[in-house]
């Protein structure tokens, strides 16, 4: 074989391993006409969905979510809140005891598959509880489409955790996670987890839904209504087109996640413009308990400012708030959430997070069901940040984050903890999920940037949404990013902070003074390691800060927000104890202490501190 042949043969096999390793994200478009039986809390459906496999791979079976059959008794969820007893999700239970056992059968969730076809040709599938497995007539090619066509009926259930019927608000239908919905497939395979009561994963797609409905209700979804001026509710002047008692609804929405809605006959619609977007959409039951809606307009136009500015555009034409669900949950364009609140701070506090989940949920996608500290950590510390800016604390608080903080703290304590990397559905205790991904995986970021400063970490928060906004980031993405920008080495960070239950624990062992100086012995006190703000206030009320680098970092950080910096020689981790000295006599000094911006996550900070009396 002549030698430019074989040059040219492992120039292409180079090519062919380069494209192998490079990143993908599957596609589907979904076009669904739904039938919905108001009465009886039925609906029928078609679905045709075009999918585009992007992958290397040849895809022999595919796999969809039925969400719905998880409503009913003897479910997985059934199985898993009643294996959790008391240490499950308080929602599921009604005295300890699983509420999905007493699901009435004319209430129970179910999508039933009528047939599937892939173009044109009828395939065999099998139902595993929320799975569907559906084996291929032909395999679907890399880099090629294939058609499905298919039909079902559901039950709509009794609400019991974010869909269903009636809500305890009145709200008669909550649509979620409501149609056959093609999982994701990526470098890992298949995203099948089955629905016991968490998160949600799936590829960007676009929705085309046709909804006929009782004349009488209004809906309210994620997307674009198409036909305002034909339905209840969008225009004054409306002019509904009926086919006998329904009228027909006509949605479109655009590299999402998913598409959801809600109905009902006492919504009222109101909308508002956000300076450079988006459109923002309430609809929500109009009364006493409700009146907080109104007051929130302002806020909510800033609070989409902030987010814009702070964190990356919101891609999306409009936002709607809908009043429905248990509490809170975000889809692709909108939230479901309760609508009644004490007030506009409180409303607003869930407004804010379930809003800024388009941030780190839809837009930045990452596989909640394997990383839900990335989702409800990263959206949770968003929410403080502008929760701090809209409702100033009336207290001289040094952080937005003091309070999380402390949560924590008291949280360790319980001795409960387990890791943020476990998979969401498969924590032992409802309330270690909820410390391990939403209080640190908001911390995670509050130690980041305590670690690289502040003005990095805005620069990493921009990048990471920069690069990754609607494709579907992993943690090594963002750690990737965190390192290129900080220069530093964050492995470490990360491998304690989140595959482990260790903590930080700092102190002041001991402090000497002499004529012209004094000299400070501090202490590592557990297991996980970090570099040291420190600082003193002499008698005059001055402010010196020192910074004692951690050596992993490899490089140390030359700014913060909280102020300039000495710094000193770095500390090994290995290393538990580490002597400074600083120019100032007793007589100078008022106060000595670690960590004067109450950032860093110091379980007992209590010996952080130093009066000098």
């Not at 989940?357 to 837009?363: A, F, G, R, T």
């Amino acid at each position: 074989m002549k030698k430019s042949v074989v040059i040219l043969f492992a120039f292409i096999f180079m090519q062919f391993q380069a494209q192998q390793g490079a990143y993908y994200q599957q596609f589907a478009k979904y076009k669904m006409d739904i039938d919905v039986n108001a009465e009886n809390f039925t609906y029928n459906g078609t679905q045709t969905l075009e999918y585009s496999n992007n992958s290397p791979d040849d895809l022999k079976v595919v796999y969809f979510h039925l969400y719905w059959n998880a409503f009913k008794p003897n479910s997985m969820m059934d199985q898993r809140v009643a294996g959790q007893g008391k240490n499950g999700d308080s929602r599921l239970q009604k005295n300890g005891i699983s509420r999905l056992a007493a699901i009435p059968k004319n209430e129970e969730g179910s999508q039933n598959i009528h047939w599937i076809k892939q173009n044109g040709k009828n395939l065999k599938f099998e139902i595993q509880e929320t799975i569907m497995k559906v084996y291929l007539a032909e395999p679907v090619k890399p880099h090629s489409k294939t058609n499905f066509t298919l039909e079902w009926d559901a039950v709509i259930p009794q609400q019991i955790r974010r869909s269903g019927r009636n809500n305890r608000e009145g709200v008669d239908m909550t649509m979620t996670q409501w149609y056959p919905k093609i999982a994701e497939y990526d470098y890992d395979g298949w995203a099948t987890f089955d629905y016991v009561g968490r998160e949600f994963h799936a590829p960007f797609a676009d929705f085309d839904v046709t909804i006929k409905i009782n004349k009488d209700y209004v809906v309210g979804a994620g997307g674009t209504l198409l036909n305002p001026s034909e339905v209840k509710g969008y225009e004054s002047s409306a002019k509904i087109k009926a086919d006998k008692n329904k009228a027909t609804w006509k949605w479109s929405a655009k590299n999402m996640l998913d598409f959801a809605w809600a109905a009902d006959r006492e919504y009222s619609v109101e909308s508002f413009e956000v300076p450079q977007g988006p459109k923002v959409f309430f609809v929500y039951q109009k009364n006493d308990k409700t009146k907080a809606w109104g007051e929130a307009k302002p806020y909510v136009t800033k609070y989409f400012q902030i987010m814009n500015s702070r964190f990356g555009k919101y891609a999306y034409p409009s936002y709607a708030f809908i009043q429905g669900g248990d509490g809170g949950m975000e889809y692709g364009m909108c939230t479901m959430i309760l609508g009644e609140a004490e007030s506009v701070e409180e409303l607003m506090g869930l407004m804010v997070h379930e809003g800024s989940h388009s941030w780190y949920q839809q837009m930045l996608a990452t596989n909640e069901s394997m990383r839900p500290w990335m989702d409800e950590g990263f959206t949770s510390y968003a929410e403080s940040i502008v929760m701090h800016e809209l409702f100033p604390p009336k207290d001289n608080r040094p952080n937005p984050f003091v309070e999380k903080i402390d949560a924590y703290r008291n949280f360790i304590k319980r001795g409960i903890e387990e890791p943020a990397v476990w998979l969401g559905d498969h924590h032992d205790n409802g309330t270690a999920y909820s410390y391990a991904s939403y209080v640190k995986g908001e911390l995670y970021l509050v130690q980041l940037g305590y670690i690289v400063g502040e003005e990095n970490l805005a620069k990493i928060m921009q990048e990471y949404f920069k690069e990754w906004s609607l494709k579907h980031p992993t943690d090594r993405d963002f750690l990737h990013i965190a390192q290129q920008i900080s220069g530093m080495d964050l492995k470490w960070f990360q491998h304690y902070w989140i595959n482990t239950t260790k903590t930080i624990d700092y102190g002041i062992k001991d402090v000497k003074y002499d004529d012209k100086s004094t000299t400070i012995t501090l202490v590592n006190n557990s297991q996980v390691p970090m570099p040291i703000d420190f600082s003193v206030i002499t008698s005059d009320n001055k402010v010196i800060q020192y910074y004692i680098p951690l050596n992993m970092t490899r490089t140390w950080k030359t700014k913060d927000a909280y102020g300039d910096f000495t710094t000193l020689k770095y500390w090994p981790w290995t290393q538990k104890e580490y002597t400074l000295t600083v120019p100032y006599t007793k007589s100078q000094l008022k106060v000595l202490g670690i960590d004067f911006s109450q950032r860093m996550a110091d379980v007992n900070p209590a010996d952080n501190f130093v009066e000098v009396k």
